[in-house]
């Protein structure tokens, strides 16, 4: 069990500019989890994948924002033309994906700052 | 929103135990109460969770009152390490039990 892994940890980029993070989940962990959190509050939900599907996506994300999970291992969130508001912490998070019943592995997080 | 309540800070001497509250008022009988924490910079991490019975780990005990509607997370022996906010969440079961994160409290362990 090697942890969930982030990649990369920062990343500073101009306003207007494209950026793609990864995550790489525990192996054999079906469920994985995009978050963002900015200073002083609790990670705010983004998107889930069950394996390669995308299942739910939270109303308040951009159509800047995608994400994909190709063959359900790794994933990759990608933003379009950021925006400084933009800036925070992206949390991935796995988990083997059993109903109200489960424990969520997080990453280290990306820390996007866009100026 | 989120579902729970929590105190936004709180202060503990090293090698006391720590009782964090939470309430949650609204929870449904087969929704589980999950406690996490975060350390600075890093990830959250999961640290218990339990349905009705008080629950133990190497990191902690989960106190769960008899009505659910609260709970309190108990760190035994407080250590500096132990000096993070710590979330109490109830999973949404009408969501694919997504996590709904409040601001948690925070948890400062003095010497």
């Known amino acids: 069990d090697t942890g969930v892994s982030q990649n990369p940890r920062h990343k500073i980029t101009k306003r207007g500019q494209n950026v793609t993070f990864r995550c790489d989940p525990i192996s054999e962990h079906n469920r994985l989890y995009w978050y963002r959190q900015t200073l002083g509050q609790g990670p705010e939900f983004l998107t889930y994948f069950q394996n390669e599907a995308q299942l739910e996506k939270s109303r308040l994300l951009s159509d800047r924002f995608s994400a994909e999970r190709p063959k359900g291992s790794f994933s990759t969130l990608e933003i379009q033309r950021t925006e400084q508001g933009d800036s925070a912490m992206y949390l991935c998070?796995?988990?083997?994906?059993?109903?109200?019943?489960?424990?969520?592995?997080f990453g280290s997080g990306t820390q996007l700052s866009v100026l | 929103d989120a579902k729970t309540t929590q105190p936004p800070s709180m202060d503990c001497a090293e090698g006391r135990a720590a009782n964090l509250p939470c309430n949650h008022s609204?929870?449904?009988?087969?929704?589980?109460v999950y406690w996490y924490r975060q350390i600075h910079s890093q990830g959250p991490q999961y640290i218990i969770h339990?349905?009705?019975?008080?629950e133990t780990n190497e990191m902690a005990s989960l106190i769960i009152t008899e009505d659910r509607k609260s709970s309190t997370l108990i760190l035994p022996h407080a250590t500096l390490r132990d000096t993070a906010v710590y979330y109490c969440?109830?999973?949404?079961?009408?969501?694919?039990?997504?996590?709904?994160w409040g601001a948690g409290t925070k948890l400062i362990i003095k010497p």
């Open positions: 998070a796995s988990s083997r994906g059993a109903g109200n019943n489960e424990k969520l592995f």
């Open positions: 339990g349905l009705k019975n008080n």
């Open positions: 609204t929870i449904s009988g087969n929704e589980y």
């Open positions: 969440i109830v999973p949404i079961m009408d969501s694919n039990y997504q996590l709904i």
